[in-house]
């Protein structure tokens, strides 16, 4: 920062030099000499002096460089608010190309498993599981021939096969909401229903979200949302499904009971749009 002194030195120049330029004006325009600038200094003293000194001071004491650095700051802040704001842009951008990419990705894991062989299928079937979990909660439209073949092949793989269960309950559950078109319950709570037996009732259960536990007897659902709740066990006998979806919750599907392997076994041979669980 520079000094008083220094200050007033550079005052002093640039008064100089406007007086040698009020020279050559004067002598250009024939009106006689001008006063040299020492000499109007001088003349001017009363508020010259006092003028110099303050603009001084300021700068000495930090005020035009304060004010400066806020004029400098608020430059930059605007630049820098027109920067962050591509950027954003720019990261809400990617952000989309990366989900796109994920779609993408997804529904090629999807294919390439509905065209693989049982031994194929069977070392891929983590990468598929999360390939159908991302499908599913993203509602991605999946060709419906695709999961069926994925459906019937899955016969064929050995069930002892690491991630078998996880899979065949998530695609006979993704399955049946495809064909039903339903991506969600029709209604936000679920009728329980408990050992119950519809012999001779031929209407049976027509929409509606219901969840079964113990021994359902000769009931037939139509266009429903069926629940099967881990912690509530079920007994399926002659029970019919047509146009329902079918959602399996609380289980662990990776050592699931001899039940529900049974369940898993019958849905995959089954057409899921409508079919009969004999029991």
């Keep these: 920062m520079a000094t008083p002194d220094q200050l007033e030195k550079q005052i002093r120049d640039l008064v100089k030099q406007q ?26 003293s009363h508020w010259t002096t006092p003028s110099i000194t303050i603009i001084a001071l300021l700068l000495g004491t930090g005020f035009v460089v304060r004010h400066l650095t806020l004029v400098v ?6 630049k820098l608010a027109a920067s962050m704001k591509d950027l954003r842009q720019l990261q809400l951008d990617v952000a989309e190309i990366k989900g796109e990419l994920k779609r993408i990705t997804d529904r090629v894991v999807i294919e390439n ?14 990468t598929l599981h999360e390939a159908l979990k991302n499908a599913r909660e993203q509602k991605e439209p999946i060709e419906e021939h695709s999961i069926a073949e994925i459906q019937s092949k899955l016969l064929n793989v050995d069930a002892g096969s690491v991630g078998y269960w996880p899979v065949v309950f998530d695609l006979i559950s993704y399955h049946s909401i495809l064909i039903t078109g339903l991506t969600s319950p029709p209604k936000v ?29 000769g009931v037939k659902f139509v266009n429903s949302w069926v629940e099967f709740d881990g912690s509530k066990p079920v007994v399926l006998k002659d029970v019919h499904f047509d146009h329902c979806v079918l959602v399996f919750v609380g289980f662990d599907f990776r050592t699931p009971s001899p039940f529900m392997q049974r369940l898993g076994r019958d849905l995959l041979a089954s057409n899921i749009g409508k079919f009969t669980i004999p029991g």
Excluded: C, H
Excluded at 19 to 44: D, F, H, M, T, Y
């Design 189 to 217: 709570n679920a009728s329980e229903m408990s050992n119950i037996s519809m012999r001779g009732f031929g209407n049976g259960v027509v929409g509606g979200y219901v969840r079964l536990s113990g021994t359902i007897d």
């Design 19 to 44: 007086g040698r330029q009020g020279e050559r004006i004067a002598s250009l325009e024939g009106k006689g000499s001008v006063s040299k600038p020492e000499n109007w200094l001088k003349r001017n």
């Design 73 to 78: 700051d608020e430059a930059v802040d605007t």
């Design 113 to 126: 498993a509905a065209n693989s062989n049982p031994s194929r299928l069977a070392m891929n079937l983590g």
